[in-house]
């Protein structure tokens, strides 16, 4: 190659110096192939759908991105007596699968860990949870935003999980749901620009907020005209939370009362039915008119201001330390007498750290706001609603944020700082 540039050096001689040089860089680039090329303009990337599976769950999905001229190797580090990966190989752009076995019968959980690693030298470790096969075994996850499991008999535990516009299957939000009151006591969420980014449907002349009220687990789809919705069927072969438990969701409460999410319609905008899940029934408090226009949506805007990229944690809940009941249609509802909304995230907010694994309590912030439900609230500031986590699982009898690391839970709960939020 050398003797053909010092060639053309001497062709060019008296061309511009500068111009020699370009022409010499491409052909000398020209002259490389593919395997040779130092670099790659395209990021790599891996990725899998989830870290935590339930006992029953036999596979998991991952995507690899990057400069399709490479390839991937996929081996199972740990776990290899339950995990195997389909293929151990491929060219990067094509997905990956890990198969499991069942955890029939099993009372903990157990993990396996797989690497990724690209031939450009990118690698990536999964490591994946499958939980042992329990009564509440669909409840425990490591997510960040989990409660902890509390036994009632009224209690009703169920995930939501959406597809996004990106074909990634994730989870939406949780509840803790009451069937005797026909509220939620919690509704737990994680919040990230993924689930905020506008979709392209309409619904009237909003884009995002479908307006798609029923009974949970509705599959929607859009319509032109109003109601913009159409209720294509219902989930129902064994349902988690029968209809007759539930509020209608398509009637309004009466009484002074709004149907307040607790999960914002706002905060998922990616889908149709992304957003339409939000206004199930059970994702639904009676609110008082003003304070849900007021000063409950003005902290829903400031909180969805707090996303970051190792996401939000939140959960909004009910405390029932009064007795008005609103009835319509033969079902009774018992009014809160108050409502919270609880938040946790890294400080940085680019840790790229699981929360588990995070074992300093100045790396994390944590607060709560706390409301009565009435309209007296309607200007209510969050500096004057402020209270720490603690305070609230005392309040509610339940625990919040299960997934902290022990070391720093009490710590982290106990925060109540208004300049760490900027308020």
């Not at 991937?72 to 094509?94: D, I, N, P």
């Not at 997905?95 to 959980?109: C, Q, V, Y």
């Not at 539930?246 to 607790?262: I, K, L, V």
């Amino acid at each position: 190659m050398r003797d053909w540039i010092r060639d053309l050096q001497c062709v060019l001689k008296g061309i511009n110096r500068n111009v020699t040089i370009v022409l010499v860089l491409i052909f000398a680039f020209a002259g490389c192939s593919e395997e040779e090329l130092p670099w790659s303009p395209y990021p790599s990337k891996a990725t899998i759908a989830y870290s935590t599976i339930n006992f029953d769950q036999t596979s998991v999905s991952g995507t690899t991105v990057g400069d399709s001229r490479f390839s991937w190797s996929l081996a199972v580090e740990e776990g290899s007596a339950f995990c195997r990966a389909k293929a151990t190989s491929g060219q990067v752009g094509t997905s990956f699968t890990l198969l499991f076995d069942r955890n029939d019968g099993a009372t903990s959980s157990r993990t396996a860990k797989a690497t990724i690693t690209f031939t450009n030298g990118y690698t990536r470790t999964f490591v994946i949870e499958q939980l042992g096969e329990s009564s509440n075994g669909e409840f425990e996850r490591a997510w960040g935003e989990q409660p902890d499991y509390k036994s009632n008999t009224a209690y009703a535990y169920k995930t939501y999980f959406t597809t996004l516009r990106n074909g990634q299957r994730v989870r939406n939000y949780s509840i803790c749901y009451d069937t005797e009151k026909l509220v939620s006591h919690w509704v737990a969420y994680p919040l990230h620009k993924i689930y905020t980014d506008r979709g392209t449907y309409k619904a009237g002349n909003s884009n995002g907020r479908t307006d798609a009220w029923a009974f949970d687990d509705a599959v929607c789809e859009y319509i032109s005209s109003s109601p913009y919705y159409r209720v294509v069927e219902y989930d129902y072969t064994d349902p988690v939370i029968p209809q007759s438990q539930q509020w209608y969701a398509t009637a309004t409460y009466g009484g002074g009362y709004a149907r307040g999410h607790m999960l914002p319609s706002a905060s998922r905008y990616n889908t149709f039915n992304t957003n339409a899940q939000t206004f199930y029934s059970t994702n639904i408090m009676p609110q008082a008119y003003d304070f849900n226009g007021g000063s409950w949506s003005n902290l829903e805007i400031k909180v969805r201001s707090w996303a970051c990229a190792d996401t939000l944690y939140v959960v909004v809940g009910t405390l029932f330390e009064g007795t008005k009941k609103l009835t319509k249609s033969g079902r009774t509802t018992l009014v809160p007498s108050h409502a919270f909304k609880l938040v946790l995230r890294t400080k940085s907010g680019t840790t790229g750290k699981r929360l588990q694994d995070i074992t300093s309590a100045s790396e994390l912030k944590c607060i709560g706001f706390l409301y009565e439900n009435s309209n007296s609230e309607e200007e209510t500031t969050p500096a004057e609603a402020a209270i720490s986590v603690a305070d609230i699982e005392r309040r509610s009898g339940f625990k919040f944020f299960r997934n902290l690391n022990p070391k720093v839970a009490d710590e982290v709960k106990a925060q109540k700082s208004l300049s760490d939020w900027g308020i």
